[in-house]
């Protein structure tokens, strides 16, 4: 079974900028969730998708936005990019939701200048 | 509102010694807690959770942990450690009951001595 897939691996954005990041789940699996790893925050959990629809959201601000397919893929979007937004943006993929055992895709590498 | 504390950024072990990489946390509810690994430029891999039972769990490449609820504990531990155990490690928690959305610590650095 393909694990879970992120492109593109590395991004380089200036501030302003906007950016859509995509993530293909395991064959099978409806839930999706984005989280932003820092070096400062660890690991922080922006939102979860099921079904096409966002069951869970984090606090971070509205230029952070995401999207399902009915083919359980999923898109993240930033706008009006800052540089406090370099991060590496991960993508996990799991059965039922975030309490079950997730699987997480390499990283979207972002960095803003 | 729930939380997890890695108390140790880093830790370091010699080769062949028991580790332990500490985790307490905090929710309102029945726990479920995860551990989960990270190699160098690669994403989170899962260890091991708790949900409910045995307080000692054993998960993935011999890691064990154990679940202590008077302490609100979940350290995560391995008899004897190698070169190769050498990475991060997250502790995470949710609460049973629905679509929970998950908590992860900062992050333990393990780095094992040869």
């Known amino acids: 079974k393909a694990g879970v897939t992120q492109t593109p691996r590395y991004l380089i954005k200036t501030r302003g900028q906007q950016v859509t990041l995509s993530c293909s789940p395991i064959s099978g699996h409806r839930s999706v969730s984005w989280y932003q790893q820092t070096p400062g925050q660890g690991l922080q959990f922006l939102f979860e998708?099921?079904?096409?629809?966002?069951?869970n959201k984090g606090n971070f601000p509205g230029r952070f936005s995401g999207r399902q397919f009915s083919n359980s893929r999923s898109e993240m979007n930033v706008s009006t990019l800052e540089l406090g937004d370099s991060a590496l943006y991960l993508c996990?993929?799991?059965?039922?939701?975030?309490?079950?055992?997730?699987?997480f895709g390499p990283g979207t590498r972002l960095t803003v200048t | 509102a729930q939380s997890v504390a890695q108390p140790e950024d880093q830790v370091n072990v010699a080769e062949g010694n028991p580790l332990t990489v500490k985790c307490t946390y905090s929710v309102s509810g029945n726990p479920y807690l995860f551990w989960y690994v990270q190699y160098p430029n690669r994403g989170l891999q899962f260890l091991l959770k708790?949900?409910?039972?045995?307080?000692l769990v054993k998960g993935s490449y011999g890691f064990e942990a154990e679940f202590n609820k008077s302490q609100t504990s979940f350290h995560l531990k391995k008899p004897s450690a190698l070169v190769s155990d050498s990475a991060l490690y997250f502790c995470a928690v949710s609460v049973s009951g629905g679509y929970q959305k998950v908590t992860f610590g900062t992050g333990t650095k393990l780095q094992v001595i040869p």
């Open positions: 996990a993929s799991s059965n039922g939701g975030q309490s079950y055992e997730q699987y």
């Open positions: 708790y949900i409910t039972g045995d307080n």
């Open positions: 998708y099921f079904s096409e629809t966002q069951r």
